[in-house]
């Protein structure tokens, strides 16, 4: 039986574990490409004014999340508002935000990543995660989740979207 010699088992414990960083590394540099748009979705709202919730995440989601949000709208009654009666960026109705952060939270590889959005509402800090989608060369939101907070429940917006209209989803 041969044996490795142990200037070699010493050379290949080195490379083993460089050769993951440099994966992680990778995977984490190209999930750092997603960061841009959700930084500007929030300078969008620090800004003030008025914006369109509804639409920045319905102009930077993925086709899947698309597709649970029509059909919420098509199962909700004109007269009612539905299962996401709230801000999901910001995870509030009532909104004056301020040092957002916006970083890689995980890179598992792949087209997906996660991202943690954190800031201040109104002087209370918020944490909503974002999963998101490698899609047709760009980057989409593929779900959104909110820990929840001492006066506000958790949450996630598919789970939200799977609701009965008549639920009364506020967070």
């Given amino acids: 039986m041969k044996t490795m010699h142990p200037s070699a088992l010493v050379l290949l414990a080195a490379i083993v574990p460089a050769a993951r960083a440099a994966e992680v590394s990778a995977r984490q540099r190209e999930c750092q490409a997603a960061v841009p748009l959700l930084q500007s979705v929030y300078h969008r709202i620090e ?28 199962s909700t009654p004109a007269d009612e508002v ?25 890179s598992p590889g792949g087209a997906s990543c996660t991202l943690l959005a954190t ?16 899609e047709d060369e760009a980057w989409k939101i593929d779900d959104i989740a909110a820990p929840g907070a001492a006066n506000q429940p958790s949450w996630r917006l598919r789970e939200l979207l799977a609701l009965p209209a008549d639920a009364g989803a506020t967070p």
Avoid: C, W
């Fill in 119 to 134: 800031m201040l509402n109104y002087g209370e800090p918020i944490r909503i995660r974002f999963s998101m989608l490698r």
């Fill in 82 to 106: 539905g299962a996401i009666d709230f801000d999901v960026f910001t995870d509030a109705q009532d909104i004056r935000i301020d040092r957002v952060h916006v970083e890689v939270a995980d």
């Fill in 47 to 74: 800004s003030g004014g008025d914006y369109d919730s509804a639409g920045l995440l319905r102009q930077n989601a993925s086709k899947s999340l698309i597709r649970a949000l029509d059909a919420e709208r098509a």
